[in-house]
């Protein structure tokens, strides 16, 4: 080869590899909007999701969550009616972390639902600020402050909670959350309960088909009770860490749990990962086949059919650190890249 080619070579292997660096460089932007009380998360320009606390619903959530290939993968309802919702369960917004028993109180389950004269047994987390939003090629980090309360305003818990939001390549998106309870009162008491922790309520199509009779979402916003389902584009299945497959992961221990589905033509992956870090690690999984796709370190005694009890608890001016990862990939995710995954995010 003569110097010339070589050179021509060279400059051609040169451009490849910049630009397959770039294919795999994108913008993560966010975008703070305190009077739509909400912070955008933005790749490249499009939605992947938005961290919001509005007035009516109980707890800050990551609402929607959009896939690499525009289609969202969260249930629209209540924040939306969008046909073939289902209409069970208000308090399952996007994604979220709360718990069903704090001190007696259910932070789980309230909702603009529950009647004023129950209220009393419920808690809600507050957003108290924005503390940092910081955009950037390939990662984004937004670090918010809440406030956990009981009904009548004593404050419970401080949390300070921090998104990394990044990416491993152009069908692969990933959440790092890590969230810091403090206790501010004299005890605060997780009983063991069924109801928690890190959760995430996810689309129709991403659902395990069934043919129980349920209440969905009309085309005219109106609630109909559906006693025969329509499951052609229903095609969610969960598989564990452990190899366990279908309904059969609710009440199992695993350190990371996928649900895949295929959404509009798109084949999709969600993965929670546990990080070892955590108290009761590996999680239970409190996965249902209706939608509800949720990760529970605490609620020992339900899982274990009372053979394992934590009733986790802080008090005054201790703290306790809850690390999950959520993975949104598009396309086939095989559990040696999930474990790839989840080890390189137990190494942080």
Not at 68 to 97: C, F, Q
Not at 166 to 178: A, V
Not at 265 to 283: C, F, M, R
Not at 296 to 315: A, H, M, P, R
């Amino acid at each position: 080869m003569n110097f010339r080619n070589r050179l021509i070579t060279i400059a051609m292997i040169f451009t490849t590899i910049l630009f397959c660096q770039c294919g795999n460089n994108q913008q993560i932007e966010l975008k703070v909007s305190e009077s739509d009380k909400k912070v955008d998360v933005l790749f490249d320009g499009q939605l992947f999701t938005s961290y919001i606390y509005p007035d009516n619903i109980m707890k800050p959530v990551l609402w929607p969550v959009v896939s690499p290939a525009g289609n969202i993968l969260t249930r629209s309802y209540p924040m939306e009616n969008k046909a073939g919702d289902r209409t069970d369960h208000p308090h399952h917004v996007g994604v979220w972390l709360n718990y069903g028993d704090v001190n007696g109180l259910d932070f789980w389950n309230n909702s603009e639902a529950i009647p004023e004269e129950r209220k009393s047994d419920y808690g809600r987390i507050y957003h108290t600020s924005v503390e940092k939003a910081e955009s950037g090629k390939n990662k984004a980090e937004l670090v918010v402050e809440n406030e956990w309360k009981a009904p009548d305003g004593t404050k419970m818990l401080d949390e300070e909670t921090n998104f990394t939001f990044s990416q491993k390549d152009e069908n692969i998106r990933i959440i790092d959350r890590t969230t810091t309870l403090e206790a501010v009162i004299d005890e605060v008491k997780f009983t063991d309960n069924k109801e928690g922790m890190f959760a995430i309520r996810v689309a129709r199509e991403l659902e395990l088909p069934s043919d129980s009779p349920t209440k969905l979402m009309d085309s005219h916003g109106n609630i109909t009770e559906v006693k025969e389902m329509d499951n052609s584009k229903v095609k969610g299945d969960y598989r564990s860490s452990e190899g366990i497959e279908g309904a059969e992961v609710w009440g199992t221990r695993a350190r990371w749990m996928k649900l895949s589905s295929e959404i509009n033509g798109e084949k999709v992956a969600l993965v929670i990962i546990d990080h070892p870090s955590n108290v009761g690690y590996p999680t239970y999984w409190h996965a249902r086949g209706y939608g509800l796709f949720a990760a529970n370190t605490l609620g020992q005694k339900i899982f274990s059919d009372g053979e394992n009890e934590l009733n986790f608890s802080l008090t005054e001016g201790e703290t306790t650190t809850f690390k999950y990862r959520f993975v949104v990939a598009s396309g086939e995710l095989s559990d040696e890249k999930i474990n790839e995954l989840a080890d390189e995010y137990a190494s942080m």
